[in-house]
């Protein structure tokens, strides 16, 4: 089916869906209103558009009313597909399939694979795939496969206004955690009855003098603005921003009502270098509030003092101390008087015992660690969540790490290093890489064994890690063959 997409109406979630909802968390149920769109299951509006399905309350021709509620990021309640597709923001290919059998077309959601979506397009059905496209958990339809490779997709978030097909390679397209696949081919024209009255308009909830999150910003960064409020309280506890992001010495800030301040560093991006691993290195937005706030902005002169720029949330740390991380060191707060703490550094390598254990909030290792400790030895399994639980300052996914320690081994020969992991590693040994980029990519748990001969003496072993999303494993240990 080179360059020759299926027939799929296209819906943006933000620019297609009424200006009551916000869209930003309604990928999943955007792209499967297309789908069912494109199976004629759903009526058009008198624009000729099915945005309209995403969030309003609706009865289809079977009868169905879809009228259960999920909180956007507004928090407000918002009903049809994005109330049944989605558990508190996140979109989930069972309910995604649930919502498309509800409507008379046949789906299931399976586990993702390029040759299972290649099938599928090939007998004329699309496909509705969860992604982590530019570091972000994001669902997408395929429509089609071009004569390169690529596929052809509608894209509900990425692509620009009038522009035409988004296309993407199988690794571009990242973790891919689901695909609700259907059960029959699209029909040559979906069904198209009569245009239905529109609504009478319905006022936005947002107050009047409300800015959106991340307003006016490229799409990427408006992606972490959102990210970063809604992460920290959303509305409920920082409240709507009430003027744009502006730019301050190379960093976007907002500020929040409640004296929250939401700030992103976008010094440090790399997309291209990354993409063909699926893995865009990008440091999230961050909230910082008083009293840190106020001690770092006053007294250490904000990015342009000795800390630099944040590098973490507030957070409750392993002394249940609040802490934010910067470039060059940390701020705590005991909650125990109204200023918090001066600054620390981090351990150098001299007060180092074992591994110099260093994690930074992106996957890739840029800017300056969140945090920094000396770690016994390298054996974690997350799950889920993040180091230490979060008692680190570290977001659950797209995070990464590097251990760095010297070892005396006694005798010369071949060791076997095991690596276990899930995502990504490079293992160096004396700054020698032992794999080069082989295993930077995202994938599942695995365990490799690499053999290198050292002779006896000291040597500098260093591993770093990645992880994209969902389970998070390191494990290392070695031995003489």
Same mark, same amino acid.
Do not use: F, M
């Given at each position: 089916m080179a360059d020759n997409p299926l027939n799929v109406p296209y819906i943006h979630q933000i620019r297609d869906t009424p200006t009551e909802f916000n869209g930003n968390w309604a990928c999943g149920p955007t792209s499967v209103v297309m789908a069912l769109a494109a199976y004629g299951a759903l009526e058009p509006r008198n624009d000729g558009k099915y945005g309209w399905y995403v969030s309003n309350l609706y009865t289809n021709n079977k009868g169905i009313t879809f009228n259960h509620a999920e909180l956007d990021p507004w928090g407000h309640n918002a009903f049809g597909a994005y109330g049944y597709c989605t558990l508190k923001g996140v979109c989930w290919g069972n309910l995604a399939a649930e919502f498309a059998i509800k409507h008379g077309?046949? %789906?299931?959601? @399976?586990t993702a694979s390029r040759s299972e979506a290649i099938n599928q397009l090939q007998d004329g059905k699309p496909v509705v795939i969860g992604t982590t496209i530019k570091g972000f958990g994001h669902v997408i339809l395929l429509k089609g496969v071009a004569a390169n490779g690529h596929f052809i997709c509608n894209d509900p978030y990425w692509r620009k206004p009038g522009g035409g097909d988004d296309l993407y390679t199988w690794g571009e397209l990242g973790s891919c955690p689901f695909m609700v696949v259907f059960d029959r081919a699209l029909p040559s024209q979906p069904t198209a009855p009569a245009p239905q009255p529109e609504p009478a308009v319905v006022a936005a909830h947002a107050p009047s003098a409300a800015t959106q999150v991340g307003q006016g910003l490229n799409e990427i960064d408006t992606q972490r603005f959102v990210d970063g409020f809604v992460r920290n309280g959303g509305q409920d506890k920082l409240g709507l921003p009430t003027e744009r992001p502006r730019q301050e010495n190379g960093l976007w800030l907002q500020n929040c009502p409640n004296g929250d301040i939401l700030i992103l560093d976008t010094r440090y991006d790399d997309i291209e270098t990354t993409a063909a691993q699926g893995l865009a290195v990008l440091q999230p937005a961050f909230v910082l509030r008083d009293p840190i706030l106020k001690k770092w902005y006053d007294e250490y002169k904000g990015v342009t003092g000795p800390l630099g720029a944040p590098v973490s949330d507030i957070f409750t740390n392993l002394q249940d101390f609040q802490q934010c991380s910067f470039e !060059? #060191? /940390? @701020? @705590? =707060? +005991? #909650?125990?008087?109204?200023? %918090? +703490?001066a600054a620390y550094g981090w351990p150098s390598t001299g007060e180092i015992n074992s591994w110099k254990a260093e994690y930074w909030n992106n996957p890739g290792l840029a800017s300056n660690p969140a945090f920094v400790r000396d770690e016994p030895e390298i054996s974690y399994d997350f799950g889920e969540g993040a180091p230490e639980e979060g008692k680190l300052g570290i977001i659950p996914d797209m995070f990464s790490a590097r251990w760095t320690r010297k070892v005396n081994f006694d005798e010369s020969g071949d060791y076997v290093f095991t690596v276990t992991v899930d995502d990504g590693f490079r293992l160096y040994i004396d !700054?020698?890489?032992?794999? #080069? +980029?082989? /295993? =930077?990519? @995202?994938? %599942?748990?695995?365990? /490799?064994?690499?053999?290198q001969h050292l002779e006896a003496g000291e040597h500098e072993i260093k591993l770093e890690y990645f992880e994209a999303a969902g389970k998070a494993v390191i494990k290392l240990n070695w031995q003489k063959q």
């Open positions: 077309i046949g %789906a299931r959601s @399976i !060059g #060191g /940390y @701020i @705590i =707060w +005991d #909650g125990s008087k109204p200023e %918090a +703490d !700054g020698v890489s032992v794999v #080069g +980029d082989q /295993y =930077w990519t @995202i994938s %599942a748990e695995e365990t /490799y064994n690499l053999t």
